[in-house]
């Protein structure tokens, strides 16, 4: 309401090849498995991001084989562009977007107490996001650290990722950058 933008909360479970795709400025996917898009999804979500689609997702709790996946995906559709980290300068992390985001707080595992006790350590630090930039936006945001959970007000102690907080102000401006794009 803020940002004066009309907006539903209303969410839809679209297959990367559905054709009702190039209706929504942002798609959304997370997960903790192994993954793979078939031919028809990789060229549906190809030219969905090349008309001004933004896909944002991220490894529930940081879970390795989805990073990995989403990785070789995103390297199948981009095979030039590596995922890089989005500097902490860009307006994605500003207010010109959301909220100013330089620094913010992530959950970790700290074995460090040598009494086999895992503590939920806060870490503050810059945001880390990587993207896929083509022709001056970022048409893929991705976290290796978890969000949804952290969105879901899921705070597990093993499970790695940004605080409830801080992911909530992440995922507003994220949504907020995808929105304020053209959609072709």
Known sequence: ?????????KTRELAASDPNLFNYPIAYMHGRHKFEW???????LQQY???????????????????KSFREAIAGLFPD????????????FSTKVGHALSQVRRRGADQTSGQGVINNAAIR????????????????????YDLSCALERQSAIACEGYVSEDATKLA????????????K
């Not at 309401?1 to 909360?9: D, K, V």
């Not at 562009?81 to 994605?92: A, S, W």
């Open 125 to 144: 630090s810059e945001p880390i996001l990587e993207g896929i930039e083509v022709d001056g936006r970022y048409v893929v945001i991705y976290s290796k």
């Open 81 to 92: 562009k590596p995922l890089t980290r989005i500097p902490v300068t860009h307006e994605l």
């Open 172 to 183: 507003v401006n994220i949504i907020l950058y995808a929105m304020l794009q053209e959609l």
């Open 49 to 67: 991001l090349q008309n001004g689609g933004v896909l944002f997702a991220d490894a529930c709790c940081s879970a390795a084989p989805f990073d």
């Open 1 to 9: 309401e803020t940002a004066g933008l009309a907006a539903s909360t």
């Open 38 to 44: 078939t031919r028809a999804e990789r060229e549906r």
